[in-house]
């Protein structure tokens, strides 16, 4: 079935560096853009990147702007998020999401993983 | 602050009709962007409600419906029942952020 599946995070100092991964199954994952989103504990939700199906273009929210790197490996099915420099505010369960692809991105994300925490602390 | 406004928290009784709104400007849902929604159940991940400001994905329920008007967008639910129990987010494309989401609603089922 169609399936997103994050990994990587844990407990890293501030300062440090996280790389998360998210390995798509059950559907042409080279074909569709992708998203990262992330939620603080007890908070809402926040787009934090986008990148495009052949990773031609990429967009990041001005928080992680230059920090923060989005990458795909389309021979692997899978989705990273590179993480440096990172803040005590980036805490996080990180999801990774499918964007629907039905006009030009971005459309709506219409499959989720279950998300990954990241917790920056000392 | 939250690029696209929605009230914190609504509540109603079983059988009831709710809606939730979502406000936003003219680098939004006023430029004409489809706005999407998504229902957050306790310690779960977000699952795509609607799309397209009225287009519900297969398996939603006709109960949940969505429209949009000028600068702002609502969610109805009706028949509430006690698992529609969760908080309810809104998301558009914004020309000057690419990608934003709302507040967070969270609906309390009495």
């Known amino acids: 079935q169609v399936q997103l599946v994050e990994s990587g995070g844990g407990v890293v100092q501030p300062g440090g560096s996280l790389r998360l991964s998210c390995a798509a199954s059950?559907?042409?994952?080279?074909?569709?853009?992708m998203h990262w989103v992330r939620q603080a504990p007890g908070k809402g939700l926040e787009w934090v990147a986008f990148?495009?199906?052949?990773?031609?273009?990429?967009y990041y929210a001005d928080s992680v702007k230059g920090r923060f790197t989005i990458s795909r490996d389309n021979s692997k099915n899978t989705l990273y998020l590179q993480m440096n420099s990172l803040r005590a505010e980036d805490t996080a369960v990180y999801y990774c999401?499918?964007?629907?692809?039905?006009?030009?991105?971005?459309?709506?994300?219409?499959?989720w993983g279950q998300g990954t925490m990241v917790t920056v602390s000392s | 602050q939250s690029v696209l406004t929605q009230p914190p928290s609504v509540s109603g009784a079983p059988g009831q009709r709710v809606t939730i709104s979502c406000t936003g400007s003219?680098?939004?849902?006023?430029?004409?962007?489809?706005v999407h929604w998504y229902q957050q159940l306790p310690g779960t991940a977000p699952k795509l409600l609607i799309y397209?400001?009225?287009n519900r994905p297969s398996g939603v329920p006709d109960r949940f419906s969505g429209s949009k008007s000028g600068t702002s967008a609502s969610l109805a639910i009706t028949g509430l029942q006690a698992e529609d129990e969760a908080d309810y987010y809104c998301?558009?494309?914004?020309?000057?952020?690419?990608?934003?989401f709302g507040g967070g609603t969270k609906l309390t089922v009495l």
């Open positions: 397209g400001n009225s």
């Open positions: 990148i495009r199906y052949d990773g031609s273009n990429k």
């Open positions: 999401a499918k964007d629907s692809g039905v006009a030009a991105p971005p459309n709506a994300f219409d499959i």
């Open positions: 998301q558009s494309y914004d020309s000057s952020s690419f990608v934003v």
């Open positions: 003219s680098s939004n849902i006023g430029a004409g962007y489809d």
């Open positions: 059950g559907f042409t994952f080279s074909s569709y853009g």
